[in-house]
Structures are given as structure tokens and as C-alpha cells.
């Protein structure tokens, strides 16, 4: 017995229709706004990033500095810094020389060299003069070196010495057995500290110090030398 025929319409399978995504079209407005956002912020960015390596070559103190030192090669080092509209305030790498300036004011250790912190050697000629101290060991710092600043205090032997002194230093001393220390200069510059060849260097030895001192402080200064023992004390540099 054969099956009833099914209608045509029935016949033919049934089966959902699959709809085609539409490609993007670079035409449209939203992404182009998107693509030029994104650009916008990667040139921003490349911007920063290569503003932030522009930094300058500028002339530093390697060690604390007084006012009156001579600047050498020794107390100078480069460093690498952004300064941007402050760079013309300070000294430049292959553009300024610092070394034969005089400082004309205190520079801490690792400071940039300001311009006006510097004078030529030849306009502060005469206001400074150097007198070499000899100190004995463990009457000076340790760690004392070029640029420190000291005061110097003298013991006055017994006898003529202690009269030396008290012609010497304005203060004056009582001339006694046991002399108590007197401030013979107050702020002298350290230039130098030299063991005199002696292959003896370190805190222990006795050196001669190379104090840079006013014109007027010079005969204090010998005179005091020559009374007694001298003792170096050193000056906190801010």
C-alpha cells in the first residue's frame, strides 16, 4: 500500500537563512575617529618619552667647596641634568671652563656650578693669601681635604712663645703653665693638605695644610703658628 503523497510545499526542506555580516568600511566616521585618537596618543607619548632623555651636560662640584678655592679638575665632575629654561644659570659642558675660577661662595658636594657663584682668578688677585700650617696628628679631621673650612686654634708654649702669641692674635693669651687654646683665625679655607712626601699620609700623620686667609689675618696666623701646637677644627658647611 503506498504512502499518501505530501503536498509540494511540504516538500521542500526548510532550513534558516545565514545573513552576511557587512564588512567595516573605513569610510566610517566612528572608526576614523577612533584611529586618529589612537595616533594622537602614541605621538603624545613618543613626545614625553623623548623630552624626558633631553638632558644637558652642566659641571658640578665633586667634593664641598669654600669660598675663595681655585677650582681645579679635581673638584669638578659632569653631570647629565634636565634644567630646560634654568640651564643658562649654570655652567655648561663644553661651553663654560670652570677650572681657574674662584668660587665666591660655598658649593655643597654634587651642586651644579651656578654661573654666579664663579669670578675670574685675576679680578680677586691680592684679597687672599696662603700660609702652610704644620699640624700634628690627631689635631685635624680625620678626613680633612681641599675646599673644607677650619678655624685654627693654638696652645702657647711656656716661656716666649706665649708672649709670641699674645702680640699675634688679638685676643691675646695669659702667659701661664698650662695656656688654654685660643682662636687665632676663624673660617680659613683649606687649599691643600700634603704629607711633605713623607709616604706617611692618613689620619695619623702630621701634615703641612695650605690655609687660604685675608691679607690682614696673615700675621695672626704665623705668629700663631710659631707660639705652640696647632689644633684644626672643622666648620660645618651647610
Known amino acids: ?14 532550513s534558516p537563512t545565514l545573513a552576511r555580516l557587512a564588512r567595516p568600511r573605513w569610510s566610517d566616521t566612528r572608526l576614523l575617529l577612533g584611529v586618529l585618537l589612537l595616533l594622537t596618543s602614541l605621538a603624545t607619548g613618543a613626545h614625553v618619552m623623548a623630552g624626558a632623555d633631553r638632558t644637558a651636560p652642566v659641571w658640578a662640584a665633586s667634593r ?3 669660598p675663595g ?3 681645579t679638575s679635581a673638584d669638578i665632575e659632569v653631570r647629565a641634568v634636565r634644567l630646560d629654561a634654568a ?3 649654570y655652567l655648561a659642558v663644553g661651553v663654560d671652563d670652570p677650572v681657574g675660577l674662584v668660587l665666591t661662595r660655598a658649593v655643597s658636594a654634587g651642586d651644579l656650578l651656578p654661573g654666579a657663584a664663579v669670578a675670574p682668578g685675576a679680578g680677586l688677585a691680592g684679597q687672599g693669601r696662603q700660609v702652610t700650617v704644620p699640624v700634628s696628628a690627631f689635631h685635624y679631621p680625620p678626613d680633612l681635604s681641599r675646599g673644607a673650612v677650619v678655624d685654627v686654634y693654638v696652645t702657647a708654649s711656656p716661656g716666649s712663645a706665649a708672649s ?3 702680640t699675634a692674635s688679638p685676643a691675646g693669651v695669659q702667659a701661664a703653665t698650662a695656656a688654654a687654646p685660643q682662636l687665632v683665625i676663624a673660617g ?4 691643600e693638605v700634603t704629607d711633605g712626601g713623607s709616604g706617611f699620609g692618613g ?3 702630621s701634615v703641612g695644610v695650605v690655609l687660604s686667609v685675608s691679607a690682614d689675618q696673615v700675621a695672626s696666623l704665623v705668629g700663631g703658628v710659631r707660639a705652640g ?3 684644626l677644627v672643622r666648620v660645618a658647611q651647610p
Open 203 to 205: 689620619p695619623s700623620a
Open 87 to 89: 640651564a643658562g644659570n
Open 1 to 14: 500500500m503506498s504512502e499518501p503523497a505530501l503536498p509540494a510545499a511540504a516538500a521542500v526542506a526548510t
Open 164 to 166: 709670641a702669641l699674645s
Open 69 to 71: 678655592i681655585e677650582l
Open 188 to 191: 680659613a679655607v683649606v687649599v
Open 64 to 66: 664641598a667647596l669654600a
Open 229 to 231: 701646637p696647632v689644633d
